[in-house]
């Protein structure tokens, strides 16, 4: 008798906000983006730059990245100093640092550790095929994509405690500016949920270095900030918990949101074969739907973009989300169609018309990891299962991050 597998811990419910009075973001920006690209509009009193055409992409986020910066990072809050907000020589360090890790050969060492959180869907779904019970398959996702990431960083599988404690993340998340700013949304309840991840962090820290007393450095991620920590003169803990916390949040939330928007997309698209090269599913996926739609920058100095002046001081936003839906650079623009992905395909070639992952030297750290345990989720769920989702969302949430604007309840059934 094959023994029952529980149901991976549910993360506590994040109440949903309200939407702000006037017209949403993504409204302004697509009626600023039909006066072509670069298009100059006033957001909350502030003189933007939106940029949409792939050569400005190019100029903006890859070509000139010393004009083109950061400035007031929007989650700051959450993730202090780490590899995502730092900038100058501190972020300079904190790259090279990380940056073997997350290249194509240095991933594979995940590759047990992604097939190991993989296999704990596959069971979890496996029984609820049995049962009939409904699964929410954003959810499910979003504990994969913190499976894996927790691996990598700790060694170890997710367990129960650290799950829910995590919640804390989606809470700070969803209270994130989309642009610039504080965090909005209720202060308290913003306030305790970090305080929640300093508390989480503060105890794997102290659970690491405690082990590494005992038998000696590992080869998880969490030991390689350790052992960096030792040379800082600040507060090396703190730079560890901002590390901790970037790559925990960065290297989840993204991927959690893609493959729940993925299934989404097949559910809407029947004629789409499931079983089709699961990294054109991911890839097509992620141009409609691109986790990071929006790319704040600051002008710090006066520039002139696609012929038009660009005042120092100005906010410039790239927006993969409406590049991406440009039809003189993907046809049909609307329609899933991952065979663009396949060999043969009809997609642009040039770089800065398909960037959900950015482009240029602040391009995603995580790419190869994201692909790579995407890849291998759909791999094992796909040709196993097949997945009804039951009354599905209809409108996605534009807010730090893009996702659907609700759970995605579901019975999956096996695949004869």
Request: a negative charge.
């Given at each position: 008798?094959?023994?029952?597998?529980?149901?991976?811990?549910?993360?506590?419910?994040?109440?949903?906000?309200?939407?702000?009075?006037?017209?949403?973001?993504?409204?302004?920006?697509?009626?600023?983006?039909?006066?072509?690209?670069?298009?100059?509009?006033?957001?909350?009193?502030?003189?933007?730059?939106?940029?949409?055409?792939?050569?400005?992409?190019?100029?903006?986020?890859?070509?000139?990245?010393?004009?083109?910066?950061?400035?007031?990072?929007?989650?700051?809050?959450?993730?202090?100093?780490?590899?995502i907000t730092a900038t100058g020589d501190a972020w300079k360090r904190q790259r090279r640092l990380l940056q073997a890790r997350f290249t194509v050969t240095g991933v594979r060492r995940y590759?047990?550790?992604?097939?190991?959180?993989?296999?704990?869907?596959?069971?979890?779904?496996?029984?609820?095929?049995?049962?009939?019970?409904?699964?929410?398959?954003?959810?499910?996702?979003?504990?994969?994509?913190?499976?894996?990431?927790?691996?990598?960083?700790?060694?170890?599988p997710l367990d129960e405690a650290a799950h829910r404690e995590l919640a804390a993340v989606d809470t700070v998340v969803a209270a994130l500016p989309t642009t610039a700013g504080a965090p909005t949304g209720d202060p308290a309840e913003v306030g305790a949920a970090l305080g929640r991840i300093d508390a989480t962090a503060r105890r794997v820290i102290?659970?690491?270095?405690?082990?590494?007393?005992?038998?000696?450095?590992?080869?998880?991620?969490?030991?390689?900030?350790?052992?960096?920590?030792?040379?800082?003169?600040?507060?090396?803990?703190?730079?560890?918990?901002?590390?901790?916390?970037?790559?925990?949040?960065?290297?989840?939330?993204?991927?959690?949101?893609?493959?729940?928007?993925?299934?989404?997309?097949?559910?809407?698209?029947?004629?789409?074969?499931?079983?089709?090269?699961?990294?054109?599913?991911?890839?097509?996926?992620?141009?409609?739907?691109?986790?990071v739609w929006l790319v704040p920058r600051c002008a710090a100095r006066d520039d002139v973009l696609g012929g038009r002046r660009v005042a120092a001081g100005s906010g410039v936003l790239v927006c993969p989300y409406l590049t991406h839906r440009e039809p003189a650079w993907w046809p049909d623009p609307e329609r899933f169609d991952p065979a663009r992905f396949l060999p043969g395909g009809v997609r642009p070639a040039h770089p800065g018309a398909y960037v959900p992952f950015g482009l240029g030297p602040r391009a995603c750290l995580g790419q190869q990891f994201a692909l790579r345990e995407t890849a291998a989720l759909l791999a094992r769920l796909l040709p196993a299962f097949t997945v009804e989702l039951r009354d599905p969302p209809a409108a996605p949430v534009f807010g730090a991050n893009l996702r659907p604007g609700g759970p995605l309840p579901a019975v999956v059934r096996r695949r004869t």
């Open positions: 008798m094959t023994a029952a597998v529980p149901r991976p811990p549910q993360a506590p419910s994040t109440p949903a906000r309200q939407a702000p009075p006037g017209p949403a973001l993504i409204e302004v920006l697509t009626r600023a983006a039909g006066h072509g690209s670069p298009a100059a509009f006033e957001l909350d009193g502030r003189p933007m730059t939106l940029v949409t055409d792939p050569e400005q992409v190019r100029q903006v986020l890859a070509c000139r990245p010393e004009v083109y910066v950061k400035h007031s990072h929007r989650a700051r809050a959450l993730l202090g100093d780490g590899l590759e047990a550790g992604i097939a190991a959180a993989a296999e704990r869907i596959a069971r979890r779904w496996s029984a609820a095929a049995g049962t009939g019970d409904l699964v929410d398959v954003g959810e499910d996702m979003r504990f994969f994509a913190l499976d894996t990431i927790w691996r990598a960083l700790t060694g170890d102290a659970a690491a270095r405690a082990r590494r007393a005992a038998h000696g450095p590992s080869d998880a991620l969490l030991d390689l900030l350790l052992d960096a920590s030792g040379s800082d003169a600040g507060d090396p803990d703190r730079l560890v918990r901002d590390e901790l916390v970037t790559l925990l949040v960065a290297g989840h939330e993204t991927t959690a949101q893609t493959l729940a928007w993925l299934f989404l997309m097949l559910h809407q698209n029947i004629h789409v074969p499931r079983t089709s090269e699961p990294g054109a599913l991911v890839a097509e996926t992620l141009r409609l739907y691109p986790a």
